[in-house]
């Protein structure tokens, strides 16, 4: 019984070293042999560097595989990265890969993304034939700012450097003559005699102010100001009084014309009279009075 139990202990004890042993294989052999996934392979036609085996594939930040390695394509001209990819293989044929880098850790890996619509694929033309599908790359961030300050520097060159010269020697030719024109020789004159006027206007201030005749001339000041106040308040008093003048003479004219109406119905009446007489002098006589009013 004991021999069995002592064959028992010492087969569990193998059974633990064993398992110990796989799960350190496991830990120190690479990862990418036991990575799932499809193979692909992706050039570059840049450095690569600070990108390494194992490091880390991700599409749009979440990670899908692994690096196996890095090495020369056949033909020597570029840089050969086969992938182990965790994607159907209908969306590994509309992605791009690109080197990234973590701005935490400086770790380079590579970024998968899909192609917009409106992107020209890179392509290289290849005097082999790869091993598996390819996956097309683009240009690093910093390789894109080279490349556009390349652009800059080319259109630059292609561009007439030395009509650009000779049109801003023209234009500072005629900027001089302007300078040294008569035009400008008036502007100064005129300004020159803009400061004589000032600088005789403040001799003559400073003059006033070294007579000690300011507190005279704000006195002056002061009376001619009380002078033209009572002018003004006399003035004030003639207007009233016109006023009251044409208010008389619009009663009085409405007096006369009262008066003229009168004068007017009463010749009337005695034209009346006159034309009846002429008329029937017999009554001045024996005529008798006109008939009274109703209301008599």
Known sequence: MAFYRSK???GVAALVGLVLAAYGVIRLIPGKYFEQGDRYVTYFDESVQGLQEDSRVRYRGVDVGVVMGIRLAPDQKLIEVPLKLRLKKEVAKEVVAQLKVNPISGQVYLELDRL???EKVRTFKLAFTPKYPVIPSRFADIQKALSGLNILVEKFEE???KGIFDQVRSTVKQVEVFFRGPRMES???KVEGTMGN???S?????KILASGRVEEVLTEARDTL???HTTLTKAQGVMTRM???VGRTGSLAAEIKATNDNLRHATETLDTLVNRINERPSDLLFGKPSPGRFNE
């Open 226 to 228: 009380k002078e033209t």
């Open 202 to 206: 403040t001799g003559s201030f400073d």
């Open 8 to 10: 028992l202990f010492w």
């Open 159 to 161: 561009a007439d450097a």
């Open 198 to 200: 000032l600088q005789s």
């Open 243 to 245: 006023d009251e003048a």
């Open 116 to 118: 917009r619509p409106d």
């Open 187 to 189: 502007i100064l004159e």
